[in-house]
């Protein structure tokens, strides 16, 4: 399957990216890449996600850790954001972000994506990116 293929229609409890996935690299508009570790992990219906993106010397220079509900449809993923503690604001450094949302005023995130065998690629509403790859 090329990574430009799309994933299918699936329910939550069956789709394609259900596991954990370790970033690789954050792509930004610009097309400027930064290195990331952490993980991003799907369940049944249910993601989270701690990453840090790296200095050049390979030090955390911000972070985010968040979650919530997912949906995935076709090649788009749509995030439900029911926690964030983030300094990271649209792929820069920003000013700390906490929150909690009830479900009535949780932020939804319109994404698609890009998936192939062990690869994953989000693309985010701000126009950066997210390589994975498949923990094992």
Same mark, same amino acid.
């Given at each position: 399957?090329?990574?430009?293929?799309?994933?299918?229609?699936?329910?939550?409890?069956?789709? &394609?990216?259900?596991?954990?996935?370790?970033?690789?690299?954050?792509?930004?508009?610009?097309?400027?890449?930064?290195?990331?570790?952490?993980?991003?992990?799907?369940?049944?219906?249910?993601?989270?996600?701690?990453?840090?993106?790296?200095?050049?010397?390979?030090?955390?220079?911000?972070?985010?850790?968040?979650?919530?509900?997912?949906?995935?449809?076709?090649?788009?993923?749509?995030?439900?954001?029911?926690?964030?503690?983030?300094?990271?604001?649209?792929?820069?450094?920003?000013?700390?972000?906490?929150?909690?949302? &009830?479900?009535?005023?949780?932020?939804?995130?319109?994404?698609?994506?890009?998936?192939?065998?062990?690869?994953?690629?989000?693309?985010?509403?701000?126009?950066?990116?997210?390589?994975?790859?498949?923990?094992?």
């Amino acid at each position: 399957m090329s990574i430009f293929q799309s994933c299918g229609q699936h329910t939550a409890s069956d789709t &394609p990216i259900t596991g954990f996935w370790m970033p690789k690299k954050y792509v930004m508009t610009t097309g400027e890449s930064k290195d990331v570790t952490g993980h991003i992990s799907f369940g049944k219906d249910q993601w989270s996600v701690v990453f840090f993106v790296l200095d050049s010397a390979g030090n955390p220079a911000s972070a985010s850790a968040e979650g919530g509900e997912y949906q995935l449809e076709n090649n788009n993923l749509t995030f439900w954001h029911s926690y964030n503690f983030s300094d990271i604001s649209k792929g820069t450094v920003g000013n700390l972000t906490k929150s909690i949302s &009830p479900d009535e005023n949780r932020q939804k995130e319109f994404c698609h994506i890009e998936l192939e065998e062990n690869t994953l690629v989000i693309y985010f509403p701000s126009g950066n990116a997210m390589i994975f790859s498949k923990s094992s």
